[in-house]
Every structure is written in C-alpha cells, then in structure tokens.
C-alpha cells in the first residue's frame, strides 16, 4: 500500500455508477444490535452460512457490510468493541450478528469463526508506533490463517497494495506482501485483491489530495509525483469484494485491481484541482524531499497524522499499476475514471452522505486507563428554556464546521498547537454535521459515550501531558415544562509536574471557553424553540 490507499486504518456514500443501491433505513425503527461474547452459541440453520467481516468499523469493512446483505449475504462481524457498530444504519437488520472477538486471540477467533463459510480480513494496525505494526501484522494474518483452517473456513478475502514484486518495495508495501504471505501460509484458500490508491469521500488518499491541493497553489514535492499508478474509486473496490465471493475462479488467486487510467500523481493533482474549480497548480519536484520529512509536512497541511502519512509516502517510490486484466475479466463492471471518482466523492462531501471515513477505526481507551489518579474537574451548568431533545441535538452539532459557540478563535489555535506537535488538530473535523455515534472522531475528540437524549462524553486525543475528558448531561424539567438542565465537565488527570503546570496554564481560560461555550449551546437551544 501507498499514499494514496485506505484500508482498515481509515476512514463517502459513493453509489453512482455502481451495481449496488444505497439503502435508507428509519434510524427510529432499528433494532439493537445482537452482540455474542466470542464462545457464544452460533446459528445452526441449513441456510448459507454467514460471511465473516473483520474491520467493519474502518473505512472499506463499514462500506461491505450494505453490500453483502444488499447482495443477499448473511454476516457477521468482529469487533474488539461492538458498541462501536451500534450507530451504522446497518446494525438493526437481523441478518447482522455482531461478536466481540481480539482477532489478536486464536481461540477466541476459531469460537467467533465457527459456522461461517468465507471471510474478510480488512485488518491493519498501521497506527502502531514506529516499525511496529510490521510485525504486529505478520503476527495477526498467521493468527487469523490458523483459527480460519481451525474453523473450518471455505475461502479468506483480502483487500492488499499493488507494487511492483521484488526487492524494492517500500516497508509498508513489503508488509503487505508479508500478511499475504502469512494468510496463504494456511491450508484455507485465499484471494487477494492489490489494490492502488483508493478514491472516495472521507478516504486518508482522498483526504491528503484534497487538502493539499486546496491549501497550495505552488507545492514542491518529492520525485514521487511523476510515479505511475492506477486509481480505483472506491464502489469500484466494494463491487470486487462483493463480486468475488461469488466467483469460484478466483479462489486461491492473487488479482491486481484498478481504475479506467493509468497516471501519475501530478495528474491526479491538476484533475483534483479542475474538479475543485481551481485553477493548475504549479508543481515543483525536488530530490531531497525524504518520506519523513513529506510526512511531517502532510501531517501539518493535511488532517491526516504524520504517524500514517510516513509509511504511506514512503510507497510512493513505487509503481502501483495492475500487471493484467484478469480481475476485470472474472468481475466486470464499468470502471470509472479519476474524475468520475473524485466528482462523486466531492458531491457526497457536499451533501454530508460520507458512509465511513479514514479515523473511524480510531482506538478507543476504555475506563480501566482513566480511573484513579487525581483528577480536576471543571463543571457548570445552566437551565435552558428548550426542550431536552432539542438541547441534545444542539449538543450533538458541537465542532466542526459549527465550532464551539464562543472563543473559536483560541479553539482553533488549540488545533494549531496540537498539529505543531504531532496530534490531530481540528482538521479531522467530524463525518456528519448533526449526529454523534459512538467512537465518532469530532476534531481532536473521540466520542467515548452516547446516551440519546441525555448525554455525551469525548475524551481528548490532543497531544496532552494527561488525560482529558468533557461531558455533556441533559437533564428535563418538571414534567409539562419546556425547559430542562444542562451539565457540562470537563475532567483532567494531569500527568506528572507537566500535567500539574498545563492545567494551571489553561485554568484562567476556563471562564472564556468553557462558560462561553455553555451559554453559547443554551442560546443556541432556545433560538431553536418556538416562544
């Protein structure tokens, strides 16, 4: 994989010129989601056995799942937290299980694996520090291919980077190559797709483009820009992952997927510029630009983190383009071309319809890592002449493009800062404007706790010396009022001197940002109520 390909660690509603329909569905009228421990009893029915999902709450695995069941599919889907799917429109439907499983564990992976016939693998921990998740992957796929013959699994699905076979590869594309390895090492068959850059709204590759070609009129970049390679749109990648489960053919084989073009990066950056409605972008390829040093650069430009951007922009040495046809061959469909695909993920931004976005599969810390310790806390709170479900949804709309209702200024230099040092700053921005679902990214945020109605909780990812969270609680009036309570916290356990010192630095702050921001929602609320 390279720059510009999504996986697992990622992060659009792109249905146009695709032979799936998108599905709405009544968020009111869905069930709850059926979660099983990973020893738990599984369905025994004479129907087709279910398709296993790893990684549907990343960026392509939250996209398959409407596939497979629109395809007629039954699934069911891993997750080291299953409240984490709970929000997906797919969640309800009842051919959906959801099993809490470590894919990281064999046995518990053989008990999840059980009853179903093939299986996805869309895991990725790229997020792991330094070189780590080389090993961590090679370590996982020799798991997975285990407990998959262990389990009596008929075929592993799994979505790889194209490069060019040799020594040359880059460490991550390499990596690639090891988890293939390691998953046809097995005595399951496998077929591997290699796919290159992966275009779609809310995709890291999709991201980076963007961003850099908005923000820069004059870029000097690396050599990289004039490396061919062949762009995939990403309902184009779907319908290949569908399609193949259905084509004994491509059983135990290895198949190069692409787009309609063949081309370079500089390309893709004047396309992404005329489909922005900006004019050509002076481009500048210098030689001593190092994957390190771009990865910084895109880390501050872009919303994507230095820890992701470095090995991917260390693969872009190399030539991503499919060496035959054949999986056009044995899955037709009508490819689209850069443009096509980089229009219809620019119109699903626009029309708030991204499915899944590249800091979807964010981790997230539970409570055993916040509990004891000294712990400050801010709380205040104000009476709202509004109704509680109309304070919620104002809540809910917090950041973003809304931003936080007073000081936006200081919030946006908060980012600024953050980016400085290696966070995330406020660029993620959050995937849809109104609704907050559990494990959500909203700026430098990750929503932790979501109780409709009447609370949310987001727990900081800023680069912190300590651990923060905020909290918002919607309490209702006495009953035939229109007014009700709201209670925000912030909490912060410092640590070390350094945790002691930022505290008390921000702590004369507090007054302008956090009552600001309190009134702000409430003035918000009642301008939102009929008098």
Same mark, same amino acid.
């Given at each position: 994989?390279?720059?510009?390909?999504?996986?697992?660690?990622?992060?659009?509603?792109?249905?146009?010129?695709?032979?799936f329909?998108?599905?709405?569905?009544?968020v009111?009228?869905?069930e709850?989601?059926?979660?099983?421990?990973?020893?738990?009893?599984?369905?025994?029915?004479?129907?087709?056995?279910?398709?296993?999902?790893?990684?549907?709450s990343?960026?392509?695995?939250?996209?398959?799942?409407?596939?497979?069941?629109a395809?007629?599919?039954?699934?069911?889907?891993?997750?080291?937290?299953?409240?984490?799917?709970?929000?997906?429109?797919?969640?309800?439907?009842?051919?959906?299980?959801v099993?809490?499983?470590?894919?990281?564990?064999?046995?518990?992976?053989?008990?999840a694996?059980?009853?179903?016939?093939?299986?996805?693998?869309?895991?990725?921990s790229?997020?792991?520090a330094?070189?780590?998740?080389?090993?961590r992957?090679?370590?996982?796929?020799?798991?997975?291919?285990e407990?998959?013959?262990?389990?009596?699994?008929e075929?592993?699905?799994?979505?790889?980077?194209?490069?060019e076979?040799?020594?040359?590869?880059s460490?991550?594309?390499?990596?690639?190559?090891?988890?293939?390895d390691?998953?046809?090492s097995?005595?399951?068959?496998?077929?591997?797709?290699r796919?290159?850059?992966?275009?779609?709204?809310?995709?890291?590759?999709?991201?980076?483009?963007?961003?850099?070609?908005?923000?820069?009129?004059?870029?000097?970049?690396?050599?990289?820009?004039?490396?061919e390679?062949?762009?995939?749109?990403v309902?184009?990648?779907?319908?290949?992952?569908?399609?193949?489960?259905?084509?004994?053919?491509?059983?135990?084989?290895?198949?190069?997927?692409?787009?309609?073009?063949?081309?370079?990066?500089?390309?893709?950056?004047?396309?992404?510029?005329?489909?922005?409605?900006?004019?050509?972008?002076?481009?500048?390829?210098?030689?001593?630009?190092?994957?390190?040093?771009?990865?910084l650069?895109?880390?501050?430009?872009?919303?994507?983190s230095h820890r992701?951007?470095?090995?991917?922009?260390?693969?872009?040495?190399?030539?991503v383009?499919?060496?035959?046809?054949?999986?056009?061959?044995?899955?037709?469909? #009508?490819?689209?071309?850069?443009?096509? %695909?980089?229009?219809? !993920? &620019?119109?699903?931004? @626009?029309?708030h $319809? +991204? /499915?899944?976005?590249?800091?979807?599969?964010g981790?997230?810390?539970?409570?055993?890592?916040?509990?004891?310790?000294?712990?400050?806390?801010?709380?205040?709170?104000?009476?709202?002449?509004?109704?509680?479900?109309?304070?919620?949804?104002?809540?809910?709309?917090?950041?973003?493009?809304?931003?936080?209702?007073?000081?936006?200024?200081?919030?946006?230099?908060?980012?600024?800062?953050?980016?400085?040092?290696?966070?995330?700053?406020?660029?993620?921005? #959050?995937?849809d404007?109104?609704?907050? %679902?559990?494990?959500? !990214? &909203?700026?430098?945020? @990750?929503?932790? $706790? +979501? /109780?409709?109605?009447?609370?949310?909780?987001?727990?900081?990812?800023?680069?912190?010396?300590?651990?923060?969270?905020?909290?918002?609680?919607?309490?209702?009036?006495?009953?035939?009022?229109?007014?009700?309570t709201?209670?925000?916290?912030?909490?912060?356990?410092?640590?070390g001197?350094?945790?002691?010192?930022?505290?008390?630095?921000?702590?004369p702050?507090?007054?302008?940002?956090?009552?600001?921001?309190?009134?702000?929602?409430?003035?918000?609320?009642?301008?939102?109520?009929?008098?």
């Amino acid at each position: 994989m390279h720059l510009f390909a999504d996986y697992n660690q990622q992060p659009g509603g792109e249905y146009a010129n695709t032979d799936f329909d998108k599905h709405g569905e009544d968020v009111s009228r869905r069930e709850p989601v059926r979660t099983h421990g990973a020893g738990a009893e599984m369905d025994s029915s004479d129907e087709p056995k279910p398709v296993l999902v790893t990684g549907a709450s990343g960026y392509i695995g939250g996209r398959l799942v409407p596939r497979l069941l629109a395809a007629g599919y039954r699934v069911r889907c891993l997750a080291r937290e299953p409240r984490k799917l709970s929000s997906r429109l797919w969640a309800g439907d009842p051919r959906v299980d959801v099993v809490r499983c470590d894919v990281g564990a064999r046995d518990q992976l053989v008990q999840a694996m059980r009853g179903c016939g093939p299986a996805y693998y869309l895991v990725h921990s790229m997020l792991a520090a330094g070189h780590a998740y080389r090993e961590r992957d090679r370590v996982l796929a020799r798991t997975f291919a285990e407990a998959a013959a262990a389990a009596g699994l008929e075929r592993i699905i799994y979505l790889g980077g194209l490069g060019e076979t040799g020594a040359h590869l880059s460490e991550h594309l390499t990596s690639r190559r090891e988890v293939e390895d390691a998953l046809t090492s097995g005595s399951v068959p496998v077929t591997v797709l290699r796919a290159a850059m992966i275009i779609g709204s809310g995709s890291a590759s999709f991201e980076i483009l963007r961003y850099l070609v908005e923000r820069l009129p004059v870029m000097v970049t690396p050599r990289w820009v004039s490396t061919e390679c062949q762009p995939i749109a990403v309902q184009n990648v779907l319908h290949y992952l569908v399609a193949g489960l259905g084509c004994p053919e491509a059983a135990g084989r290895t198949l190069d997927i692409g787009g309609a073009d063949v081309i370079t990066y500089r390309e893709i950056m004047q396309i992404m510029a005329a489909a922005l409605g900006l004019r050509k972008r002076l481009i500048l390829p210098v030689p001593v630009l190092t994957p390190r040093l771009s990865s910084l650069w895109i880390h501050l430009v872009t919303p994507i983190s230095h820890r992701i951007a470095r090995p991917l922009a260390e693969g872009l040495r190399n030539r991503v383009v499919c060496r035959d046809d054949a999986a056009a061959r044995l899955l037709p469909q #009508r490819l689209l071309t850069v443009r096509e %695909a980089i229009d219809t !993920a &620019l119109g699903n931004l @626009r029309n708030h $319809a +991204v /499915e899944t976005a590249w800091f979807d599969a964010g981790p997230l810390p539970g409570d055993p890592d916040w509990a004891g310790g000294r712990v400050f806390t801010d709380r205040r709170t104000t009476v709202v002449n509004a109704p509680a479900d109309v304070v919620y949804r104002t809540v809910s709309r917090i950041g973003g493009d809304q931003g936080y209702h007073a000081a936006d200024w200081l919030w946006r230099l908060r980012g600024w800062l953050d980016r400085l040092v290696g966070g995330p700053g406020l660029r993620r921005g #959050r995937r849809d404007p109104a609704h907050l %679902a559990f494990g959500d !990214a &909203l700026d430098f945020w @990750r929503v932790t $706790a +979501v /109780e409709p109605q009447r609370r949310l909780e987001l727990r900081a990812e800023m680069k912190l010396p300590g651990e923060a969270l905020l909290s918002f609680e919607v309490r209702p009036g006495e009953p035939g009022t229109a007014t009700c309570t709201l209670t925000q916290t912030a909490r912060f356990r410092p640590r070390g001197l350094a945790g002691l010192a930022y505290w008390y630095a921000v702590l004369p702050l507090h007054g302008l940002v956090f009552n600001g921001m309190l009134n702000g929602i409430r003035r918000a609320a009642e301008a939102m109520t009929p008098a």
